[in-house]
């Protein structure tokens, strides 16, 4: 097919195509037949009156500025030195830990369930503490893995279920083999 008759049905296709009326531009003002907007006028400014010029007074004479007395010096307090922590530490932390699981699971699911409190367990953790001459950085963290232990099981466990019972004798058995090697391993020989 020649060039020709592809550009004729081009234009007729352009033709049909266009809009009737001539496009407005949308940028140029030049192009717009509309009048300006009208100006913004700035709002008035009111005049303050000034405040009147005061003379200026002879400087005043330099004051010597008062002398502060030293403070006497107070001793600092006395900071507790925690000694480093001991080689069982991480043992002795998931002791605690299950010491306050038990504290959790055995009212639920011990001989006398029912009849037993955790203040056994409480008695228990609290002579550990005791038998560590632990400070107060060692005590937190014993006490926070005490509590993370209690916590977590009562949470979980509200009464006595085969899953409960299952957990609190597990846990008694690692407790005892935890105290038992914390006890052979690290005594003082």
Not at 45 to 72: S, T
Not at 87 to 101: D, K, N, T, V, W
Request: hydrophobic share 35%; glycine share 4%; with cysteine.
């Amino acid at each position: 097919m020649a060039p020709w008759p592809k550009l004729a049905v081009f234009c007729a296709l352009a033709a049909l195509l266009a809009p009737a009326e001539p496009a407005r531009a949308q940028f140029f003002q030049f192009f717009d037949n509309r009048p300006p907007p009208p100006p913004v006028l700035a709002p008035q400014r009111q005049a303050i009156p000034r405040k009147p010029h005061k003379p200026h007074k002879a400087a005043p004479e330099k004051r010597r500025a008062p002398v502060a007395k030293p403070e006497p010096q107070k001793p600092a307090p006395a900071t507790v030195v925690e000694t480093a922590p001991p080689s069982y530490q991480p043992q002795l932390l998931r002791l605690s830990e299950i010491m306050g699981a038990l504290a959790a699971l055995d009212p639920l699911c011990g001989e006398a369930a029912g009849k037993s409190d955790e203040s056994a367990w409480r008695q228990s953790m609290r002579k550990l503490m005791d038998s560590q001459d632990a400070g107060p950085l060692q005590r937190e963290r014993l006490a926070g893995a005490y509590n993370h232990g209690l916590r977590g099981y009562e949470y979980f466990h509200r009464q006595c279920t085969p899953v409960a019972d299952l957990a609190r004798r597990r846990l008694l058995e690692e407790g005892g083999r935890l105290a038992h090697d914390i006890t052979t391993q690290y005594s003082e020989k």
